[in-house]
């Protein structure tokens, strides 16, 4: 984070009484000698050679440190990684080895996704082919170490989507994957700010020059997904499927969930997870965070809401076939999300997400 640095003038009367003197003594030996040298009016004053004659030194050319990942580890890391995870993937038959081996390249809501795909089913995840990556490596940062990047990933089917992925890595472990967000059908990246050698610039979490700060995108999301258009955050985040859309969601299934002697609630919060953001070409910043989800069902009036079956997106991660009491799932859903710079009076605007449901409660 790169925190704006203090300016301080200092009064000259903090030097004192005898700082005063010595520089108005030098201030009259300065005219002395000037007026000296110019006495006759048409010598050119010379430039007095430096002491013994040499040549005064150059200053010494200031060398920038160099970034904790570089481009070159990054690009290494991440097609390990993504290597790695496509044969362990595509192996025939899938050993529990290979899936131990893929969650340990994970980490935070990615692993979360990836330990719930593998609790829900014996098979083998999709297999993914991978384009070549466009690196967001940041200069300077601190704490552990990450880069983003924005690739395309085709689907067996041979569906394209862009995505956004997050690599971190803690002390002296391997690189992991801390988050993959899917961008939305139609929406470009934005344009990363890079240095001249091809360096991005992280943001804090507490960064003001954006409209809101990184730390506080994902609850502001949070708001605008349970409380809709009427909501606080309505003006300060765009409308769409991920904030919204959540709203009109949820009301729309209290009404149908009561019909079926079920009272339903669903709210969403902020993540412990890890939270980056990236400076944008416009000033802006780019973030990429993490929300969760939960959703409960009670039942109400029995007889009237007695047996009622487990929806099915929650079926593979419980083993009750029925609600005998209450359901409660929680999702894992990670974002990537565009912030305009400050007083810009643009909202912010989500334009990637992956998520899923990663617990299930049943009594």
Not at 122 to 145: D, K, M
Request: aromatic fraction near 4%.
């Amino acid at each position: 984070m790169a925190r704006i640095g203090e300016h301080r003038e200092v009064d000259v009367r903090e030097h004192g009484r005898p700082g005063v003197l010595a520089l108005a003594l030098a201030l009259i030996t300065v005219i002395t000698a000037t007026a000296a040298c110019s006495g006759s009016g048409d010598v050119r004053p010379e430039r007095s050679p430096s002491a013994g004659g040499a040549t005064p030194a150059a200053r010494p050319r200031v060398v920038p440190s160099p970034p904790p990942v570089t481009l070159t580890e990054a690009a290494k890391a991440l097609a390990g990684v993504v290597g790695a995870d496509g044969v362990l993937g595509a192996a025939t038959p899938h050993l529990d080895a290979d899936r131990m081996l893929m969650l340990d390249q994970t980490r935070d809501g990615q692993k979360a996704l990836s330990t719930a795909a593998f609790n829900g089913s014996a098979e083998a995840l999709p297999h993914y082919t991978w384009g070549a990556p466009r690196l967001l490596v940041p200069r300077n940062q601190a704490g552990p170490l990450w880069f983003a990047a924005v690739v395309d990933r085709e689907e067996s089917s041979g569906r394209v989507r862009t995505a956004v992925l997050t690599l971190m890595r803690q002390g002296g472990e391997d690189w992991q994957i801390s988050s993959t967000s899917l961008l939305d059908e139609g929406v470009e990246p934005p344009v990363v700010a890079t240095d001249a050698e091809g360096y991005a610039t992280a943001l804090g979490e507490e960064d003001a020059t954006v409209a809101i700060s990184p730390r506080l995108m994902a609850p502001l999301h949070a708001t605008s997904a349970e409380e809709g258009k009427r909501g606080f955050a309505a003006k300060l985040i765009e409308e769409g499927p991920h904030t919204t859309g959540f709203a009109d969601e949820i009301t729309k299934k209290r009404a149908d969930e009561k019909s079926n002697c079920l009272g339903y609630d669903s709210i969403f919060a902020a993540s412990n997870y890890p939270v980056h953001a990236l400076r944008t070409a416009d000033g802006g910043a780019l973030v990429l965070y993490s929300l969760i989800r939960t959703t409960t069902r009670t039942i109400k009036v029995t007889p009237c809401g007695s047996e009622i079956p487990i929806p099915p997106e929650a079926r593979k991660l419980t083993k009750e076939p029925f609600i005998l009491k209450e359901l409660r799932t929680v999702e894992t859903q990670l974002y990537v999300s565009t912030v305009p710079v400050k007083r810009s009076g643009r909202p912010a605007r989500v334009i990637g997400y992956l998520g899923g449901i990663t617990k299930v409660t049943a009594s």
